[in-house]
């Protein structure tokens, strides 16, 4: 597939897999962009394409490198999310040894997964970086623009420069998502929701994102844009930035007969024992105080609904701190922890010790993934080295 046509927000655009190269007059750093990969997320795309008007018109100069991608081209073409597998859910790392084996049994999913994968390998090859990575993408519900970050402190630096909430370890609650496995590389990699699928700000928004990377990885000279302009498209009201963190995730199971209760926007605040979804005729109740977040109002997708909390500002400069510090290793020190010695990163937890010791101390140290293997927890550090891309 070189090229689709597709149709949203009244207009009608061609694509294809590279929107667009830029080479700056320094080999770094390396912003990798991608857009649409879900197929009814089109806002991104239609934002790029502007970006990239706005280049050619303007002669906005490059110091860095810089790559337009479209994401999922088949479910784009179709304006679906997917067509049988989520794109953004197939990036783990049984999954990459599967695209690599040789054979003609891809569905049309793992097909895109395999183009971007050799499109995003090969740019590793010919860059130096550093590399920035923002995936542009917009929610069934109604909401203000938010990032999201898998929680390293590289993360939460560039994340930083973009004055609206920013939501930390929802690698913690999801399997596969692009963004987490290029962070398992030590590569920065931002998630930025731009507002509801159809509405036409998202566009606005998912434009102000792009330059404000732009400018923020000094890809592009500071001056070239008006950065408070864009600012203040994303954060009109000038509202302080703020992080949270996801305390709760409702799965859909198979078949389930899901529907969310009707206008519940991001961030909205919910009480415990609240009424947030009926399935299967029965009413899901709120687990706990919080905010709801990305309440599923579309017919594909099994995340229903989070719950997160706000994170105080003292909690964030201790976790630096300790970070910095490279303390992480007095976890190891403790009964019933140890380091797995097959990945320097991961730590191995007696189930016994994990009921005493609280999953936020983890989340401290800067350890956030949670996988049970052999009746072991194992928690994954999200701060790494640069590592090589495979």
Same mark, same amino acid.
Request: glycine share 6%; with cysteine.
């Given at each position: 597939?070189?090229?689709?046509e597709?149709?949203?927000f009244?207009?009608k655009?061609?694509?294809?897999?590279?929107?667009?190269?830029i080479?700056?007059?320094?080999?770094?750093p390396? !912003?990798i962009?991608?857009?649409g990969?879900? $197929?009814?997320?089109?806002?991104?795309?239609?934002?790029?394409?502007? !970006?990239l008007?706005?280049?050619?018109?303007e002669?906005?100069?490059?110091r860095?490198n810089?790559?337009?991608?479209?994401?999922n081209?088949?479910?784009l073409?179709?304006n679906?999310?997917?067509?049988?597998?989520?794109l953004?859910?197939?990036?783990?790392?049984?999954h990459i040894s599967?695209?690599?084996?040789?054979t003609?049994? &891809?569905?049309?999913?793992?097909n895109?997964q395999?183009?971007?994968y050799?499109?995003i390998?090969?740019?590793?090859?010919?860059?130096?970086?550093p590399?920035?990575?923002?995936?542009?993408h917009?929610?069934?519900?109604?909401?203000d623009p938010?990032i999201?970050?898998?929680?390293?402190?590289?993360?939460?630096?560039?994340?930083?420069?973009?004055?609206?909430?920013?939501? *930390?370890?929802?690698?913690?609650?999801?399997?596969g998502?692009?963004?987490?496995?290029?962070n398992?590389? $030590?590569?920065v990699?931002?998630?930025?929701?731009?507002?509801?699928?159809t509405?036409?700000?998202?566009?606005?928004?998912?434009?102000?994102? !792009?330059?404000l990377? *732009?400018?923020?990885s000094?890809?592009?000279?500071?001056?070239?844009?008006d950065?408070?302009y864009?600012?203040?498209?994303l954060?009109?009201? $000038?509202?302080?930035?703020k992080f949270?963190?996801i305390?709760?995730?409702?799965?859909i199971?198979?078949?389930?007969?899901?529907?969310?209760?009707?206008?519940?926007?991001?961030?909205q605040?919910?009480v415990?024992?609240?009424?947030l979804a009926?399935?299967?005729g029965?009413?899901?109740k709120a687990?706990?105080n919080?905010?709801? &977040?990305?309440?599923l109002?579309?017919?594909?997708?099994?995340?229903?609904?989070?719950?997160?909390?706000?994170?105080?500002f &003292?909690?964030?400069?201790?976790?630096?701190?300790?970070?910095?510090?490279k303390?992480?290793?007095l976890?190891? *020190?403790l009964p019933?922890?140890?380091q797995d010695p097959?990945?320097?990163y991961?730590?191995?937890?007696?189930?016994k010790?994990?009921? &005493?010791?609280?999953?936020?101390?983890?989340h401290?140290?800067g350890?956030?993934?949670?996988v049970?293997k052999?009746?072991?927890?194992?928690f994954?550090k999200?701060?790494?080295?640069?590592?090589?891309?495979?």
């Amino acid at each position: 597939m070189n090229d689709i046509e597709i149709e949203s927000f009244g207009e009608k655009i061609r694509i294809e897999r590279v929107l667009a190269t830029i080479k700056g007059t320094e080999s770094s750093p390396s !912003v990798i962009v991608i857009a649409g990969i879900h $197929g009814n997320e089109t806002a991104g795309v239609f934002a790029v394409k502007r !970006v990239l008007q706005k280049i050619q018109k303007e002669k906005i100069a490059f110091r860095g490198n810089c790559y337009f991608i479209s994401g999922n081209l088949n479910a784009l073409k179709k304006n679906i999310r997917f067509e049988k597998a989520d794109l953004n859910r197939l990036w783990t790392h049984e999954h990459i040894s599967k695209i690599n084996t040789p054979t003609n049994g &891809f569905s049309a999913d793992e097909n895109e997964q395999i183009a971007i994968y050799e499109l995003i390998k090969d740019i590793f090859k010919t860059d130096e970086g550093p590399f920035y990575f923002i995936d542009l993408h917009t929610t069934s519900s109604a909401t203000d623009p938010f990032i999201t970050i898998s929680d390293s402190l590289n993360n939460r630096k560039f994340s930083s420069y973009f004055s609206i909430p920013i939501v *930390l370890g929802i690698e913690e609650y999801l399997d596969g998502p692009l963004l987490t496995y290029i962070n398992e590389f $030590g590569h920065v990699a931002l998630g930025f929701e731009g507002g509801q699928h159809t509405e036409q700000q998202s566009i606005d928004h998912c434009e102000a994102c !792009v330059w404000l990377a *732009l400018a923020s990885s000094r890809c592009i000279y500071a001056n070239e844009v008006d950065l408070k302009y864009y600012k203040k498209i994303l954060s009109p009201n $000038g509202k302080k930035r703020k992080f949270y963190e996801i305390d709760f995730k409702y799965d859909i199971k198979e078949g389930e007969n899901f529907n969310m209760k009707p206008r519940f926007q991001n961030f909205q605040p919910i009480v415990k024992n609240e009424t947030l979804a009926i399935s299967d005729g029965k009413e899901i109740k709120a687990a706990m105080n919080g905010m709801i &977040f990305m309440p599923l109002y579309q017919n594909q997708g099994t995340d229903g609904f989070f719950i997160i909390t706000e994170i105080s500002f &003292f909690w964030l400069q201790l976790s630096a701190m300790v970070r910095k510090l490279k303390m992480h290793h007095l976890l190891r *020190l403790l009964p019933g922890i140890k380091q797995d010695p097959t990945n320097s990163y991961t730590l191995i937890v007696n189930p016994k010790t994990a009921k &005493f010791l609280a999953t936020e101390i983890f989340h401290l140290f800067g350890y956030r993934k949670q996988v049970i293997k052999d009746n072991k927890l194992h928690f994954i550090k999200r701060d790494r080295k640069i590592s090589h891309f495979h």
